[in-house]
């Protein structure tokens, strides 16, 4: 069976968790504390010598990291990743954006929210995450005011991916009432088949 490496309050294992849900895949979970250090051991840089959750292992000992190249595997042949080469390369095109315009900014300002003490420099700091985070949702926003998901007018990997820390945004201190559009999409995802809550293992 497949064995993920996750912490449940995740939102980046939670995309991983999600996709194996819809897709009927199982696996088992295996929790690592990342707030004490658990993901920094030895013994798991040997596994993900980035020291990070999600990590997907295989049967036969390969592992994969990175949730979106993870999610991207898992739903190859599926109807969550479209076998159109355009419309696959739309999906990728928000999924990175995910990656480098949304969830440095709206998962780390949760995460330091959440679980960290705020000093003076991460207040500051958090002024910056919280600008790029409300763009991050203004580019969202924007996008679905015309379209129910975001690549094909379908459920996707990229819906999924953007799903994971938009909607735990307002953990972070994010106004989601700002984004009609974005809370419209929040109601859609959630009414997919074998949609689960982020809390859920
Ligand atoms: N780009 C990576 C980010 C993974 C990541 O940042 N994981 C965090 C939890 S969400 C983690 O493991 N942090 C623990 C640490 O850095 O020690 C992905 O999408 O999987």
Known sequence: MLKLYDFLDSGNGYKVRLTLT??????????????TGGSRTPEFLAKNPNGRIPLLEFEDGRRLAESNAIICYLAEGTPLLPADPWLRAQVLQWMFFEQYSH??????????????QLDDLRRRMLEDKMKAGNAALGVMQRHLAGHAFFVDDRYSVADIALFA????????????AAYPAVQTWIARVREQSGHKPITAR
């Open 22 to 35: 819809q897709l009927g895949i199982p696996y088992e979970l295996v929790e690592v504390d990342i707030l």
């Open 103 to 116: 969830e440095p900014n709206i998962a780390t300002a949760r995460f330091w929210v959440k679980h960290l």
């Open 165 to 176: 820390y938009t909607h735990v945004a307002g953990e972070a201190g994010f106004d989601l």
